[in-house]
């Protein structure tokens, strides 16, 4: 059985939520990108709402723990 499943949205959330969360504690991109060890060019496109970039969950745990947010944030897209 072959399923076409299409996460983009829920990227897209994800991103947008790490933004938010991130701009709430007053960091730059280049900032959380720093504290967890990937380049700015990489925290954009995740951000970024025209670009849905999937990304790892250990990325996840890392960006949950310097924004002092729980994971089920991250993933709340009820917003």
């Known amino acids: ?3 076409n499943i299409n ?3 829920y990227y ?3 991103g947008l939520n790490i933004a938010y969360y991130r701009k709430l504690r007053g960091l730059t991109q280049m900032e959380l990108a ?3 060890d990937i380049s700015r060019t990489h925290m954009s496109n995740i951000e970024a709402p025209n ?3 999937a990304i790892s ?3 996840v745990f890392d960006i949950s723990d310097i ?3 729980p994971v ?3 993933f709340d897209f009820n917003r």
């Open 67 to 69: 924004l002092e947010v």
């Open 57 to 59: 969950m250990e990325l």
């Open 34 to 36: 720093e504290a967890v």
């Open 1 to 3: 059985m072959s399923k």
């Open 72 to 74: 089920s944030s991250l």
């Open 51 to 53: 670009m849905p970039t």
């Open 12 to 14: 897209i959330r994800l």
């Open 7 to 9: 996460h983009k949205d």
